[in-house]
């Protein structure tokens, strides 16, 4: 990645890190210890096989992605502004942060949504295309028409290689977790204007205590087995009453088969 990406992404570490000590002052007795995926488990690409590190060419992971056919990886947006064809890896079946197993491919293409500016507008999707195809199962996606999925309380699996805490390290290995789904109502009321409801969806407990993190990015939210979501952003992490947010996959759905397809 380059220098003024990473320099933009340090700087959103810091306000969300802003965000949850307001919100630890708020409601101290609320928030859970930080733990990486933050209250989630390890686990490993062979028990997710389509789920992909995001790397710069020396191949140091900086977001997640979802294998959805041999050659198509689906990530954020946010995860690819300043990145080219040529400054990015996907590296797949690789279960440590430091491990050389697995496989690496480089992207012939990068389709960022259109209309992407930033992560509280929405539009948070983008689609790689492998120059090589990669040998493991692919996830199934939402259609346009599932967006039943995303029922308030409905069971959502995170996964990814974020940050055990706000403004903390990396997890060396793939960790997962599962957090319920918030009405959009309740994610409203947490994120005001924020939260656009065409575009995201929010998943959590009101305690708090279990969410990604930073790093998790562009990493999939399965809901029955099939990708739903893609994490995007929140206000530090796993703090009570700021539940992640999530790219609402059907809305993007018709868009990103378009590009699988291409
Ligand atoms: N924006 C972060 C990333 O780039 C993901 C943050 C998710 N935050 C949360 N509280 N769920 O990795």
Not at 19 to 34: C, F, G, K
Not at 65 to 72: E, F, H, N, Q, W
Not at 145 to 150: H, L, P
Request: net charge neutral; hydrophobic share 35%; proline share 5%.
């Amino acid at each position: 990645m380059s220098g003024l990406t990473r320099a933009r992404r340090a700087a959103a570490v810091a306000a969300t890190a802003a965000a949850a000590a307001t919100a630890l002052l708020a409601a101290p007795s609320a928030v859970a210890a930080p733990q990486p995926i933050v209250g989630g488990t390890t686990t490993t690409t062979s028990a997710y096989p389509f789920m992909m590190q995001i790397t710069d060419a020396s191949q140091d992971q900086f977001c997640g992605g979802t294998l959805v056919s041999p050659t198509k990886v689906v990530t954020a947006a946010h995860c690819m502004t300043g990145e080219t064809t040529g400054s990015v890896r996907v590296v797949g079946g690789r279960t440590y942060l430091n491990g050389t197993d697995g496989t690496v491919a480089r992207v012939g293409h990068i389709w960022i949504h259109p209309d992407y500016r930033r992560v509280t507008r929405g539009d948070d999707v983008a689609v790689l295309t492998l120059s090589t195809p990669m040998p493991y199962a692919t996830a199934p996606y939402v259609s346009s028409s599932d967006t039943a999925v995303y029922a308030a309380g409905s069971t959502a699996r995170v996964l990814g290689w974020g940050t055990t805490s706000s403004g903390g390290t990396s997890s060396n290995q793939l960790r997962t977790a599962t957090v319920p789904t918030v009405s959009d109502s309740s994610c409203a009321s947490s994120y005001r204007t924020r939260f656009v409801p065409s575009d995201m969806v929010c998943a959590g407990y009101s305690s708090g205590g279990v969410d990604t993190c930073q790093g998790d990015s562009g990493g999939p939210l399965l809901i029955g087995g099939r990708l739903a979501g893609i994490t995007s952003w929140g206000d530090g992490c796993a703090a009570a009453g700021y539940p992640g947010v999530y790219t609402r996959l059907t809305t993007f759905s018709d868009e990103v088969t378009a590009q699988v397809g291409r």
